[in-house]
Protein backbone atom coordinates (compact mmCIF):
# COMPACT_ATOMS: atom_id res chain seq x y z
CA UNK A 1 0.00 0.00 0.00
CA UNK A 2 1.60 3.28 -1.23
CA UNK A 3 1.63 6.07 1.72
CA UNK A 4 2.29 9.58 0.88
CA UNK A 5 4.13 12.19 4.05
CA UNK A 6 4.91 15.81 3.76
CA UNK A 7 7.20 17.35 5.84
CA UNK A 8 8.82 20.63 6.41
CA UNK A 9 8.74 24.23 8.22
CA UNK A 10 5.18 24.92 9.41
CA UNK A 11 6.31 28.64 9.17
CA UNK A 12 8.13 30.78 6.30
CA UNK A 13 9.03 34.71 6.23
CA UNK A 14 7.87 36.95 3.24
CA UNK A 15 10.70 37.02 0.29
CA UNK A 16 12.24 33.56 1.62
CA UNK A 17 11.57 30.11 0.14
CA UNK A 18 9.29 27.31 1.21
CA UNK A 19 10.88 24.18 0.70
CA UNK A 20 9.01 20.25 1.21
CA UNK A 21 9.44 17.06 1.37
CA UNK A 22 7.35 14.29 0.39
CA UNK A 23 8.57 10.86 1.41
CA UNK A 24 6.94 7.63 0.06
CA UNK A 25 6.54 3.71 1.06
CA UNK A 26 5.06 1.22 -0.36
CA UNK A 27 6.51 1.68 -3.87
CA UNK A 28 9.49 3.45 -5.67
CA UNK A 29 8.81 6.49 -7.54
CA UNK A 30 11.88 5.69 -9.67
CA UNK A 31 9.57 2.59 -11.19
CA UNK A 32 6.70 4.84 -12.51
CA UNK A 33 3.77 6.87 -12.25
CA UNK A 34 3.55 10.70 -12.03
CA UNK A 35 3.73 12.59 -8.58
CA UNK A 36 2.38 15.86 -7.39
CA UNK A 37 1.94 19.06 -5.16
CA UNK A 38 -1.55 20.55 -5.23
CA UNK A 39 -2.31 23.05 -2.23
CA UNK A 40 -5.46 24.36 -0.60
CA UNK A 41 -4.81 28.06 1.07
CA UNK A 42 -7.34 29.27 3.73
CA UNK A 43 -10.73 29.58 2.68
CA UNK A 44 -10.30 29.01 -0.70
CA UNK A 45 -10.09 25.68 -3.05
CA UNK A 46 -7.44 23.25 -4.52
CA UNK A 47 -4.48 24.59 -6.70
CA UNK A 48 -2.36 22.72 -8.79
CA UNK A 49 1.48 23.49 -8.33
CA UNK A 50 3.20 20.80 -10.43
CA UNK A 51 4.08 17.27 -11.56
CA UNK A 52 7.26 15.47 -11.66
CA UNK A 53 7.19 12.09 -14.12
CA UNK A 54 9.20 9.04 -12.46
CA UNK A 55 12.15 10.19 -14.88
CA UNK A 56 12.08 13.99 -13.87
CA UNK A 57 10.13 15.62 -16.05
CA UNK A 58 8.33 18.56 -14.70
CA UNK A 59 4.91 19.84 -15.31
CA UNK A 60 4.32 23.60 -13.59
CA UNK A 61 1.20 25.68 -12.92
CA UNK A 62 1.96 28.89 -15.46
CA UNK A 63 1.22 31.40 -12.49
CA UNK A 64 3.59 29.48 -10.34
CA UNK A 65 6.21 28.09 -13.00
CA UNK A 66 8.64 31.32 -12.56
CA UNK A 67 9.00 30.60 -8.70
CA UNK A 68 8.72 26.92 -8.64
CA UNK A 69 11.45 23.57 -8.52
CA UNK A 70 9.50 20.43 -8.02
CA UNK A 71 12.13 17.43 -7.89
CA UNK A 72 13.15 13.46 -7.32
CA UNK A 73 15.45 12.08 -5.09
CA UNK A 74 15.38 8.42 -5.76
CA UNK A 75 18.04 7.57 -3.29
CA UNK A 76 15.59 8.61 -0.71
CA UNK A 77 12.57 7.64 -2.07
CA UNK A 78 11.12 11.13 -2.07
CA UNK A 79 10.16 13.94 -3.85
CA UNK A 80 10.48 17.89 -3.31
CA UNK A 81 8.96 21.29 -3.67
CA UNK A 82 10.88 24.36 -3.53
CA UNK A 83 8.49 27.77 -3.87
CA UNK A 84 10.27 31.12 -4.18
CA UNK A 85 10.08 34.64 -2.92
CA UNK A 86 6.92 33.52 -0.83
CA UNK A 87 4.29 35.91 0.43
CA UNK A 88 0.94 35.44 2.43
CA UNK A 89 -0.83 34.43 -0.68
CA UNK A 90 1.79 31.17 -0.67
CA UNK A 91 0.15 30.25 3.09
CA UNK A 92 -1.72 26.87 2.68
CA UNK A 93 -2.40 23.52 3.52
CA UNK A 94 0.48 21.77 0.52
CA UNK A 95 -0.33 18.21 -0.02
CA UNK A 96 1.62 16.01 -2.09
CA UNK A 97 -0.20 12.97 -4.42
CA UNK A 98 0.23 9.98 -6.69
CA UNK A 99 -1.58 9.65 -9.98
CA UNK A 100 -2.16 6.43 -11.06
CA UNK A 101 -3.29 4.38 -14.49
CA UNK A 102 -5.45 7.02 -15.66
CA UNK A 103 -5.24 10.38 -16.66
CA UNK A 104 -2.87 13.36 -16.08
CA UNK A 105 -4.20 15.55 -12.79
CA UNK A 106 -6.13 12.14 -11.82
CA UNK A 107 -4.22 11.52 -7.93
CA UNK A 108 -5.19 8.58 -6.34
CA UNK A 109 -3.09 8.72 -3.27
CA UNK A 110 -2.54 11.51 -1.35
CA UNK A 111 -0.21 12.72 1.81
CA UNK A 112 -2.39 14.37 4.90
CA UNK A 113 -1.36 17.90 3.77
CA UNK A 114 0.98 19.89 5.73
CA UNK A 115 0.17 23.97 7.11
CA UNK A 116 2.85 26.02 5.89
CA UNK A 117 1.92 29.93 6.35
CA UNK A 118 3.90 32.73 5.37
CA UNK A 119 4.14 35.32 8.09
CA UNK A 120 7.18 37.58 9.89
CA UNK B 1 -5.59 29.85 -18.04
CA UNK B 2 -9.12 30.28 -15.56
CA UNK B 3 -10.34 27.70 -12.89
CA UNK B 4 -13.36 25.64 -13.95
CA UNK B 5 -16.87 26.84 -12.69
CA UNK B 6 -18.54 25.40 -10.17
CA UNK B 7 -21.36 26.43 -8.08
CA UNK B 8 -21.09 27.36 -4.68
CA UNK B 9 -23.53 25.03 -2.75
CA UNK B 10 -26.08 22.46 -3.69
CA UNK B 11 -28.38 20.82 -1.10
CA UNK B 12 -30.29 18.05 -1.03
CA UNK B 13 -32.01 15.22 1.08
CA UNK B 14 -31.34 11.83 2.38
CA UNK B 15 -32.08 8.96 -0.18
CA UNK B 16 -32.43 11.91 -3.12
CA UNK B 17 -29.82 12.30 -5.98
CA UNK B 18 -28.02 15.55 -6.49
CA UNK B 19 -25.84 16.68 -9.52
CA UNK B 20 -22.73 18.76 -9.50
CA UNK B 21 -21.92 21.07 -12.45
CA UNK B 22 -18.44 21.71 -13.71
CA UNK B 23 -17.98 24.09 -16.38
CA UNK B 24 -14.85 24.60 -18.58
CA UNK B 25 -13.74 25.71 -22.09
CA UNK B 26 -13.05 23.66 -25.34
CA UNK B 27 -9.44 24.28 -24.00
CA UNK B 28 -10.13 21.77 -21.00
CA UNK B 29 -12.95 20.27 -20.13
CA UNK B 30 -14.51 20.26 -24.06
CA UNK B 31 -11.09 18.74 -25.64
CA UNK B 32 -9.79 16.14 -22.94
CA UNK B 33 -11.39 12.81 -20.97
CA UNK B 34 -9.68 13.47 -17.94
CA UNK B 35 -11.78 14.71 -15.73
CA UNK B 36 -11.84 14.43 -12.45
CA UNK B 37 -13.80 14.96 -9.02
CA UNK B 38 -12.42 14.87 -5.37
CA UNK B 39 -14.40 14.71 -1.66
CA UNK B 40 -12.99 16.45 0.78
CA UNK B 41 -14.03 16.63 4.53
CA UNK B 42 -13.14 19.05 6.57
CA UNK B 43 -9.49 18.93 8.05
CA UNK B 44 -8.80 15.49 5.81
CA UNK B 45 -6.62 15.03 2.19
CA UNK B 46 -9.29 14.99 -0.64
CA UNK B 47 -10.23 11.89 -1.88
CA UNK B 48 -10.25 10.72 -5.77
CA UNK B 49 -13.77 9.96 -6.47
CA UNK B 50 -14.40 9.45 -10.21
CA UNK B 51 -11.38 9.81 -12.82
CA UNK B 52 -11.57 10.07 -16.72
CA UNK B 53 -14.67 11.47 -16.48
CA UNK B 54 -16.68 8.04 -15.62
CA UNK B 55 -14.14 5.71 -14.26
CA UNK B 56 -14.45 5.13 -10.36
CA UNK B 57 -11.56 3.93 -8.22
CA UNK B 58 -11.58 0.45 -6.36
CA UNK B 59 -13.52 1.01 -3.27
CA UNK B 60 -15.49 4.00 -4.38
CA UNK B 61 -19.53 3.72 -4.33
CA UNK B 62 -21.72 3.25 -7.14
CA UNK B 63 -23.42 6.10 -5.88
CA UNK B 64 -21.26 8.09 -7.37
CA UNK B 65 -21.21 8.58 -11.58
CA UNK B 66 -19.30 10.88 -13.58
CA UNK B 67 -20.33 12.48 -17.11
CA UNK B 68 -19.90 14.89 -19.64
CA UNK B 69 -21.31 16.92 -22.64
CA UNK B 70 -19.55 19.55 -24.14
CA UNK B 71 -17.69 21.54 -21.45
CA UNK B 72 -19.22 20.59 -18.96
CA UNK B 73 -18.89 18.22 -16.50
CA UNK B 74 -21.25 17.07 -13.69
CA UNK B 75 -20.89 14.61 -10.78
CA UNK B 76 -24.04 12.94 -9.73
CA UNK B 77 -24.09 11.50 -6.27
CA UNK B 78 -27.74 8.81 -5.83
CA UNK B 79 -29.03 8.10 -2.40
CA UNK B 80 -27.41 10.94 -0.61
CA UNK B 81 -26.24 9.50 2.70
CA UNK B 82 -25.13 11.95 5.56
CA UNK B 83 -21.37 10.81 4.84
CA UNK B 84 -21.67 12.25 1.84
CA UNK B 85 -21.87 16.13 3.18
CA UNK B 86 -18.50 17.68 2.17
CA UNK B 87 -16.88 20.06 -0.15
CA UNK B 88 -16.28 18.07 -4.02
CA UNK B 89 -13.77 19.64 -6.46
CA UNK B 90 -13.52 18.84 -10.47
CA UNK B 91 -10.14 19.03 -12.07
CA UNK B 92 -9.43 18.50 -16.08
CA UNK B 93 -6.41 18.43 -17.92
CA UNK B 94 -5.77 21.48 -19.98
CA UNK B 95 -3.86 21.99 -23.05
CA UNK B 96 -0.03 22.53 -22.60
CA UNK B 97 0.02 20.61 -20.10
CA UNK B 98 -1.66 21.85 -17.08
CA UNK B 99 -4.24 20.78 -14.81
CA UNK B 100 -7.23 22.95 -13.15
CA UNK B 101 -9.54 22.95 -10.57
CA UNK B 102 -12.86 24.35 -9.55
CA UNK B 103 -13.75 26.27 -7.23
CA UNK B 104 -15.74 23.49 -5.12
CA UNK B 105 -18.89 22.66 -4.28
CA UNK B 106 -20.04 23.00 -0.97
CA UNK B 107 -22.81 19.62 -0.78
CA UNK B 108 -25.32 19.74 2.23
CA UNK B 109 -27.60 16.97 3.20
CA UNK B 110 -30.22 18.34 4.88
Known amino acids: QVQLQESGPGLVKPSETLSLTCSVS?????????WGWIRRPPGKGLEWIGT???????YYSPSLRSRITISLDTSQNQFSLRLNSVTAADTAVYYC?????????????WGQGTMVAVSS | QSALTQPASVSGSPGQSITISCTGT?????????VSWYQQHPGKAPKLMIY???NRPSGVSDRFSGSKSGNTASLTISGLRAEDEAEYFC??????????FGGGTKLTVL
Open chain 1, 97 to 109: AKEGDSGFGAFHV
Open chain 1, 26 to 34: GYFISIGYH
Open chain 1, 52 to 58: VSHTGTT
Open chain 2, 26 to 34: SSDIGSYNY
Open chain 2, 52 to 54: DVT
Open chain 2, 91 to 100: ASYASSITLL
